[in-house]
């Protein structure tokens, strides 16, 4: 006996004889065809929330795993640059052990450093990094910061007449600005 059967069945005989029915359930009687239509339904509401589930947890998991990745990629992402770094560092290490031993003189000392400052500012260069232009031009608050003013009637006034620390621009965004002297009339 089928189920629609069934429930046509205890419809029929009444309450006092449908030992399945429960106190408030009322029966409803539906064409076969109507009833599996309702099963199909029912099975592709139980698929699409399975697949919701499904795709909710997959994106909670990519969210964790691009979480991962920003924090490593925060972690490792002067890598490069570090190891640029390590190569001046041990270039100055080199310099600074020849001239301890006495077997090189002030002047190869002094072009060893410069080499290295050559090989520093290359890096830089590499990494976006660039001086900004600051002696002779006029002041301009967005790149330099006036750390003294002298009267000096021969030049405009706020003319930078001296870096007192060089400012730089990191992909043309300023990293830190020129600390300069400039004049006033």
């Given at each position: ?9 205890n419809?029929k005989n009444g309450?006092e004889?449908?030992h399945?029915?429960?106190?408030d ?5 539906l064409?076969?065809?109507?009833y599996?239509?309702l ?7 139980k698929?699409a929330?399975?697949k ?7 994106l909670?998991?990519t ?7 920003k924090q ?6 002067n890598e490069?640059l570090?190891l640029?770094l ?5 270039d ?9 031993s006495?077997k090189?003189d ?16 290359e890096?830089?260069k590499?990494?976006?990094v ?8 006029i ?6 910061e006036?750390l003294m ?7 405009p006034e706020?003319m930078?007449i ?7 621009l990191i ?9 300069v002297?400039v004049?006033?009339?």
């Open positions: 006996m089928s189920n629609m059967e069934e429930q046509k069945n419809h309450p004889h449908g399945n029915q429960k106190k359930e009322k029966l409803v009687n064409k076969e065809e109507e599996l239509a099963q199909d339904e029912v099975k592709k509401g698929d929330l399975d919701m589930l499904r795709n909710q947890a997959d909670e998991n969210r964790k795993r691009l979480e991962r990745e490593d990629f925060v972690k490792f992402a490069g570090i640029d390590l190569n001046v560092l041990d100055l290490e080199r310099t600074v052990d020849l001239a301890e006495g090189e002030l002047t190869a000392f002094v072009k060893g450093v410069e080499m290295i400052l050559a090989h520093l500012y890096m830089l590499n990494h976006g660039k001086p900004i232009e600051a002696e002779g031009k002041f301009d608050p967005n790149f330099h006036a003013q002298v009267e000096n009637q021969d030049l706020h930078i001296e870096v007192l620390q060089k400012g730089y992909h043309g965004r300023v990293l830190r600005t020129a600390k002297k004049s006033k009339k």
